[in-house]
């Protein structure tokens, strides 16, 4: 059996408000940019993958993205990861990298200096360049608002 990962939002630009989804896929985790600290988001999203059963439900949640505040979505591929000693990553580890990288970077860095730096704290975790699996980051920040 193979097994497809699923994250559905919306984003009011307006508002800030981002509604997502889930199915069999890890959290993403929100970057405050106020607080300068992860959070992981849709505890309790944990769903069946789309389609595997007809008339499945999945419930949705929202939550206001604030200006500056950063998206982190991401494959299993990045938090399913094994030291050379044999420890797991998993979505904690996967955070408290995220964590430690964001704290060794400006607070305006660009999103691809982020994603470039979290890989690399990865592949040390991991102790080689080669995963078993995928490792996918998709990155989002909301723009600061503009004044006229």
Partial sequence: MHLTTVITATFDRDTGELNYAYAAHPRMILWRARERHWYPLGKGLDG???GFIAGEFYTQQRIRIEPGDILLIFSDGATDVFSLDGRFLGA???MELANQTMTL???NVSL???????VGAIRRFHGCDIFVDDLTLLTLRRS???TT
Avoid: D, Q, T, V
Avoid at 112 to 118: G, I, R, S
């Fill in 105 to 107: 970077l400006s607070p």
């Fill in 48 to 50: 069946l993958p789309i």
């Fill in 112 to 118: 691809h200096a982020f994603a470039e730096a979290l």
């Fill in 92 to 94: 904690e580890g996967f």
């Fill in 144 to 146: 600061r608002l503009l």
